[in-house]
């Protein structure tokens, strides 16, 4: 097997026999990690163009931009999490020499993602509904319903782009993912200036064109990616053609993996999307506001899931081959890597926090508000990240259970009380949802960090048995 990142046969270690060092774990992973960088920062790039420039167009179209996200978000969580899964079945058998088995896990995973993305499209296509069900006012109920129709429009794109997507990363090829991105963010912003303030003859849509566009966009990244995979040099070395009879199977062992999973990163969004519902309660500029913190913090994040999608590839090469050393390595190089890797960000919101609120409204009250909740988006991206570099460790060692009561006890018993508390009880308003949720992350990266630390240590007792 020739590894498409070094173009070299990996060494494949004797049990016993001495891992590769620190300097050679770092160096792989931040090969594996910086394209998947870049392809994941791209898809909050979409949500940050749309952003800025729903942010333009006034404040009352950001509130309606804003209340519609946090929905879709959570279902788009969930069914990533669910399709993590085909990426770890992916690398493991890629590190076990199966490679004839990839192609084919990649075509069952695009199963379940259409089959996620349908249900996904049904569900946001009732939005309005659901916004008053979350106690949303009925104005700002109807308006969010009609950018949620939007995004059931692309649904179903994404999940299959994800499915993809993964199926690369798993065989340590992200760099296409990483271009269809790029050139994915050209489009939308195209799409963008042509739907939102109406241009080129067409209405001005305002905060539903911009969703518009990002769907449309999300199938055509889909099916560019799509078409890489299927025509790919060494497609009959993966399977990508060979017959499915016999491997039904791993569908079951994706749901497996992935259903802990789905419902850990579920409990993480479900708890993002209550802190939106408390602060559409607080008023549509504390909504805007928020939703300006919350984009920038997820679009750094992006970098740590890079890494946390790299390390999850490590760690699950070398759980494929029993290497205990090197998954500890693996896992604990990974998380290392999260703060170098975004300090840059923090050092920005701490100096100069104005000019990144700059660019996403020119309305004084929401931009007031915002440069308070950047004071603390400062360090919360740090926590962040960390965590969510520790479950893609956890993750690649295939343990998906303890990560999910990690997650619940993190982000619903101690952040989302936290939040309505601080916000409400306390009256500290949006400035205390977000202390809330800085909470519960720093909770969720320090139980993560002791169960890799376990996990890892029963791999070198059963990997010697």
């Known amino acids: 097997m020739i590894d498409s990142v070094t173009n070299k046969a990996p060494e494949i270690?004797?049990?016993?026999?001495?891992?590769?060092?620190?300097?050679?774990?770092v160096r792989r992973t931040v090969a594996l990690a910086l394209p998947v960088m870049l392809a994941r920062a791209g898809l909050v790039v979409m949500i940050t163009v749309d952003t800025v420039m729903v942010g333009q167009a006034g404040g009352e179209e950001l509130a309606h931009y804003a209340i519609a996200f946090a929905p879709q978000m959570l279902l788009l969580s969930v069914g990533f999490g669910l399709l993590i899964g085909a990426t770890v079945l992916t690398a493991q058998a890629d590190g076990a020499g199966r490679q004839g088995l990839c192609g084919r896990i990649w075509r069952l995973a695009l199963m379940l993602a259409a089959a996620i993305g349908l249900v996904d499209a049904l569900i946001l296509a009732h939005g309005e509904g659901l916004l008053l069900l979350l106690g949303q006012e009925?104005?700002?109920?109807?308006?969010?319903g009609k950018v949620l129709l939007m995004w059931a429009i692309g649904m179903p794109g994404i999940m299959l782009y994800v499915a993809t997507a993964g199926f690369?990363?798993?065989?340590?090829?992200?760099?296409?993912?990483?271009?269809?991105?790029?050139?994915?963010?050209?489009?939308?912003?195209?799409?963008?200036?042509?739907?939102?303030?109406?241009?080129?003859?067409?209405?001005?849509?305002?905060?539903?064109?911009?969703?518009?566009?990002?769907?449309?966009?999300?199938?055509?990244?889909?099916?560019?990616?799509a078409a890489y995979a299927l025509t790919m040099r060494d497609h009959a070395r993966f399977g990508i053609w060979a017959p499915l009879k016999g491997t039904f199977g791993q569908i079951g062992a994706m749901i497996r993996l992935g259903a802990p999973l789905a419902?850990?990163?579920?409990?993480?969004?479900?708890?993002?999307?209550?802190?939106a519902t408390f602060a559409g309660w607080l008023g549509e500029t504390s909504l805007a506001a928020y939703q300006i913190a919350l984009n920038f913090n997820a679009l750094i994040y992006m970098l740590a899931l890079g890494l946390a999608t790299a390390t999850a590839v490590r760690v699950a090469n070398a759980h494929g081959r029993r290497d205990a050393v090197g998954l500890a390595r693996a896992g604990w190089v990974g998380a290392g890597l999260v703060f170098p890797s975004m300090i840059g960000a923090t050092l920005i919101l701490t100096l100069a926090p104005g000019w990144v609120v700059g660019f996403y409204s020119d309305e004084a009250d929401v931009r007031a508000l915002a440069l308070q909740l950047m004071t603390i988006t400062a360090w919360f991206i740090l926590a962040d990240?960390?965590?969510?570099?520790?479950?893609?460790?956890?993750?690649?060692?295939?343990?998906?259970v303890m990560p999910t009561l990690i997650a619940g006890l993190s982000f619903w018993?101690?952040?989302?009380?936290?939040?309505?508390?601080?916000?409400?009880?306390?009256?500290?308003g949006t400035v205390g949802l977000i202390w809330g949720l800085f909470v519960s992350l720093i909770v969720a990266m320090c139980l993560l960090a002791l169960r890799f630390h376990i996990v890892s240590r029963r791999a070198t007792l059963a990997f010697a048995a």
């Open 263 to 275: 419902l850990s990163v579920g409990f993480e969004a479900a708890a993002f999307m209550a802190a």
């Open 385 to 400: 990240g960390a965590q969510g570099v520790l479950t893609g460790a956890v993750r690649g060692a295939a343990d998906a």
């Open 138 to 144: 009925p104005v700002l109920a109807a308006a969010g």
């Open 413 to 428: 018993l101690v952040g989302v009380p936290l939040c309505y508390a601080l916000a409400f009880t306390a009256g500290w």
């Open 168 to 225: 690369l990363e798993g065989v340590s090829r992200p760099r296409p993912g990483m271009i269809v991105t790029i050139l994915a963010n050209v489009a939308n912003a195209g799409l963008n200036w042509l739907m939102i303030g109406g241009h080129g003859g067409l209405p001005a849509m305002g905060a539903e064109g911009a969703v518009l566009a990002t769907s449309i966009t999300r199938w055509l990244m889909f099916l560019a990616l």
């Open 13 to 25: 270690p004797r049990q016993g026999a001495v891992s590769h060092g620190i300097g050679h774990h």
